[in-house]
Each structure stands twice: as C-alpha cells, then as structure tokens.
C-alpha cells in the first residue's frame, strides 16, 4: 500500500510555530506508515493546486491578534477556486496555534481553521488528550496542560524557539500529531 501523503502546513512570523510543527511532524513520522511534510503556507499562495497531492492537512498559525495571521489567511484565500471544485472534499485536516499568553483567544484561531476546512468539505481530527496534571504529573510537563480538544495549542516564551516551551507542550505536539497520522492510516480515504 502507498503511504499515506500528510501535509503539515503553516505560518511562523518568529520560529515559534515552526518550532512546534517540527515536533507535529515528528509524532506523524512515529505512526511509520506516513509521509510527512512541513511545507510554509506563504510557498502555497501561488500554487495551491499543490494540495490535492494530500491525503491530510495540519495547519498551524500564531495566534496573532486573536486570530490566525495574515499570511496564513492569505494561503486559506488563496483555495478559493478548489473550493469551488470541492476538490479537497473527505480528506482529513487539524488545526495548532501557537501564542504567547496562557489563552490568548487561541480558540479563535483553531475556530477559523476548523471553519475553513468545513467550507472545505474535510474532516476534522481533533485532540483527543487528557490533562495529565488530572493524574498527578506536574502542570509543565503534563500532556494537554492547556486543555485544548478541538485542536492543539502551545504556548511560547520570549526566548528562542527551541527554548521557549513547556515540555508538556512539546510532548502534546508529538502526541498530536501521532494521533492524526493513526487516524489518517484507519479512516483517511478521499471522497
Ligand atoms: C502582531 C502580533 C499579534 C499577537 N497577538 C497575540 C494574541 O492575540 N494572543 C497571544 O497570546 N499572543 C499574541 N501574540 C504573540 C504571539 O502569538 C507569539 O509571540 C507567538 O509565539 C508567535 O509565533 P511565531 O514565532 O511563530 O510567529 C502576538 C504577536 C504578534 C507579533
């Protein structure tokens, strides 16, 4: 069987969401049976055809003024016309964000994303963890610390990229995308 076509897709002003998709990524690549790819949604904005080669879609943005960035709207703008078409119709998408504050209305910016893929016709996968720290792990390494179902969030420091998160979060970011790339492989078969 050809391996499933997973494309992590997404926008980072400072390095702080490619950071986490890099680790989205690497949970995708533990399910063994997937090809993923980190692609910068601004390289789509010409050529968005490039995402019917897909089976699966993880769009990750800043939250940047509650809302998803101007350069990610830009590649969302830039499918209208396969909109039109439905052509990305039954494939699977999922949503991360990434922000400074604690909530930040993160939630606005999965809800854009979860928005634009139902417009889409996809099916969303969401983020189906529980808070660890429920079981006694410490809040800062605790899987799903934020509490975020509909989609992962993370929430980043001031410092570099690499050093910016909580390993919790980091560990959320694996688990997530793990749990698409699993999901992908049992029911992601376009329409
Ligand atoms: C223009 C702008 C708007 C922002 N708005 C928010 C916000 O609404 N909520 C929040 O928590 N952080 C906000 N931030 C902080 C960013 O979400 C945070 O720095 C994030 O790590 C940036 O990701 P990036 O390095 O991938 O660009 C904003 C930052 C910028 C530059």
């Known amino acids: 069987m050809n391996p499933k076509q997973l494309a992590?897709?997404?926008?980072?002003?400072h390095?702080?969401?490619?950071?986490?998709?890099?680790?989205?990524q690497l949970g995708a690549q533990q399910a063994g049976?997937?090809?993923?790819?980190?692609?910068?949604?601004?390289?789509?904005?010409?050529?968005?055809?490039?995402?019917?080669?897909?089976?699966?879609?993880?769009?990750?943005?800043?939250?940047?003024?509650?809302?998803?960035s101007g350069v990610f709207k830009s590649f969302m703008d830039a499918t209208g016309r396969l909109?039109?078409?439905?052509?990305?119709?039954?494939?699977?998408?999922?949503?991360?964000?990434?922000?400074?504050?604690?909530?930040?209305?993160k939630q606005s910016t999965?809800?854009?994303m979860f928005t634009f893929c139902m417009q889409h016709g996809m099916l969303w996968v969401g983020n189906p963890i529980l808070p660890e720290?429920?079981?006694?792990?410490?809040?800062?390494?605790?899987?799903?610390?934020?509490?975020?179902?509909?989609?992962?969030?993370?929430?980043a420091g001031h410092a570099s990229p690499a050093d910016s998160f909580a390993p919790g979060d980091i560990k959320t970011a694996r688990m997530f995308g793990l749990n698409f790339a699993e999901t992908l492989r049992r029911v992601g078969q376009p329409a």
């Open 8 to 13: 992590v897709i997404y926008h980072s002003g």
């Open 15 to 24: 390095g702080h969401t490619e950071h986490i998709a890099r680790q989205v």
């Open 33 to 68: 049976d997937a090809r993923v790819e980190l692609i910068k949604a601004e390289s789509l904005i010409a050529r968005p055809d490039d995402l019917q080669a897909y089976d699966g879609f993880i769009l990750g943005s800043p939250t940047y003024l509650g809302g998803v």
């Open 83 to 105: 909109w039109r078409q439905q052509a990305l119709k039954g494939r699977l998408a999922a949503g991360f964000t990434v922000s400074s504050l604690p909530a930040g209305d």
């Open 110 to 112: 999965l809800q854009s």
């Open 133 to 155: 720290q429920h079981s006694g792990v410490a809040y800062e390494e605790a899987a799903n610390r934020l509490g975020s179902w509909s989609g992962l969030m993370a929430q």
